[in-house]
């Protein structure tokens, strides 16, 4: 074995062992065992000294102690220590490869363990940075409520306090500023400007000191984006992934960022320069992703190596289509949030695509139809949608979605055919045509399916519902549906869905907590669907990119 690098070996153990189930990994190591030396290890040599190490307590110069226990003549009293039952310590390494598996709330738990689990767990959270500054006031359900906005007046205050503590920490100590790779800034700006002079001040010093800094999340107004963007610009000229949510009608000006590979933008008007902006990052830029309620420009997506693009906006053209499918050789997430002007044709583009070569890379296709024009007339869209998903057997999340206002684009029982050919599949969102039968329609969805969003009619009885969900695959842990929330669901989640974790009813999420009398659902707050939904999420293991448009995916990080 001497020919073989111990380091590959090692890397190779590793990499082979972590595709491997829970029972196999386990016979992997009984089997490892086994082979182990019969020399007696550590703990076994500390189980023996315990006697000695009793003596020396009593008796620090005890002369037969001494002789059989020799390293403890260049100890001093007071190192010997009685530890019978304690356990070898994992060495720091060992913790930081645990840490690197566990969710943020397991990290925020780990803060409590002393000496290096504390450590490690504050470094990897402090790679996550999120400061807010009035998000409380701005998003408040009832602005005219006075002790809702007493509440969020206090609320923003912490957080304006903690965002100052973690500045002036990064500002202070380049060790934790060097941690960061990922800063998220939320300061909505309504008819006042949330952040001050001063604040803006702040994040000039302490933006400088990030300098592993790779993503760059804001939601400002124009006026407090414009002068941040300044300060990247300058600071990390080489920042990979920027994403920008600008609260107010006047687009932001985007800055000039060579090296940029994602590029994410949620506003009321498309920026003036988007498509300079775009064509200059040419070689560099991969993924894209616009929310905008205006009209997709064309020639956006003309380069042929993006491997995302995620819009949502009005196409008015089927040439936009046609671009998109044909210059999307290296397509691996394709999401289209969409309302459809008269002159758009969108089956002819999907027909010819279905002709030719699939997208040989594509995982994730998802459209969703959210309205169409007065004129609008293409009975062949979905039929030609499913023909173009059918050449894509290896997809792994697929939505395909409309409006309920949304007639004469073919959306029928047909289009759930198309399902059974997708053996990979493992996230599914689907419009529930009136032509299909409940009790069939989810018996259609691919067993490997985890995460699941139906959108049904809006005319479904209890009934109907009940008779669709007994034949949901049983291993869904995320459960997404239109209905209001009734016991009879509840009920059929304790009976019928026994992994379900997380369950969506009418946009309001529940996390599922399973008792011997049934299930408790947990309703989420607004700031939690808002800000935090990708941690708990990750937590509760049911990530389900689909469900998250433009507009909100880009917290995902």
């Known amino acids: 074995m001497g020919m073989f690098n111990p380091k590959m070996l090692d890397a190779s153990i590793r990499d082979v062992v972590s595709s491997l189930s829970n029972d196999h990994k386990t016979d992997v190591l009984l089997y490892a065992m086994e082979r182990l030396p019969s020399n007696p290890g550590p703990l076994t040599r500390v189980l023996r000294n315990v ?24 100890m001093e009293t007071g190192e010997f220590s009685i530890r019978p039952h304690a356990r070898p310590r994992f060495s720091p390494e060992l913790w930081r490869e645990i840490a690197t598996y566990l969710s943020r709330e ?17 470094q990897l959270l402090f790679r996550k940075l999120h400061l807010q500054f009035g998000t409380a006031r701005y998003y408040a359900s009832n602005p005219r409520d006075e002790d809702e906005m007493e509440q969020a007046h206090e609320l923003d205050n912490w957080h304006a306090q903690r965002s100052a503590d973690i500045l ?13 790779r990922t800063l998220l800034i939320s300061a909505p700006q309504g008819d006042e400007n949330v952040l001050t002079t001063f604040q803006i001040g702040m994040f000039a010093n302490a933006l400088p000191k990030l300098v592993n800094l790779k993503t760059f999340v804001c939601t400002m107004g124009n006026e407090a984006l414009t002068s941040i ?17 600008c609260t107010s009608e006047t687009p932001a000006t985007l800055p000039q960022l060579s090296q940029l590979i994602s590029f994410t933008y949620v506003g009321s008007s498309i920026i003036p320069n988007t498509h300079a902006f775009v064509s200059d990052l040419v070689v560099t830029l991969r993924k894209i992703s616009l929310d905008i309620p205006g009209t997709l420009p064309m020639g956006l997506i003309s380069s042929t190596n993006f491997t995302t693009v995620d819009l949502a906006g009005i196409i008015e053209d089927t040439a936009f289509f046609t671009e998109l499918l044909t210059e999307g050789h290296r397509l691996e997430v394709l999401r289209l949030r969409c309302s459809l002007g008269h002159n758009c044709t969108p ?8 002709a030719a070569p699939p997208l040989s890379s594509l995982r994730i296709f998802s459209l969703s139809i959210i309205g169409v024009s007065r004129e609008f007339g293409d009975p062949d869209l979905f039929p030609a949608v499913a023909s173009f998903v059918r050449g894509h057997s290896c997809l792994q999340e697929l939505g395909l979605l409309k409006s309920q206002e949304v007639d004469d684009v073919g959306y029928d029982a ?19 045509p009136r032509d299909l039968a409940p009790a069939l329609s989810t018996w259609l969805i691919p067993r490997t399916v985890r995460s699941l969003h139906l959108d049904m009619p ?4 209890m009934s109907q519902t009940v008779q669709a969900w007994t034949g949901l695959p049983r291993d869904v ?13 509840q009920n059929l989640v304790y009976e019928k869905l026994p992994n379900v974790r997380l369950l969506r009813m009418q946009n309001v999420f529940y996390t599922v907590i399973r008792t011997d009398h049934g299930v408790v659902l947990d309703p989420w707050s607004g700031r939690r669907s808002r800000f935090y939904a990708h941690d708990w999420l990750e937590g509760l293991e049911c990530e389900d990119p689909i469900l998250w448009n433009a507009g909100t995916s880009y917290m995902n990080v």
């Open 51 to 74: 006697d000695l190490q009793e003596i020396l307590l009593l008796d620090p110069d005890h002369p037969e102690a001494r002789a059989l226990m020799p390293q403890a003549g260049s």
């Open 106 to 122: 397991d990290l925020r738990n780990l803060l409590f363990v002393p000496h290096s689990p504390s450590n490690i767990a504050t």
């Open 168 to 180: 002036t920490q990064v500002v202070s100590d380049p060790k934790y500023a060097s941690l960061v």
């Open 229 to 245: 963007l300044q300060i990247v610009e300058k600071s990390h000229p080489d920042i990979e992934d920027l994403r920008l949510v």
């Open 347 to 354: 089956s002819t583009a999907f027909r010819a695509q279905a």
């Open 414 to 432: 047909s289009v759930w055919g198309v399902l059974p050919s997708l053996v990979q599949l493992r996230s599914l969102a689907m419009h529930v």
């Open 458 to 461: 809006l005319n479904q009885g």
């Open 477 to 489: 842990t995320f459960l997404s549906v239109t209905p209001s929330l009734t016991l009879e669901i």
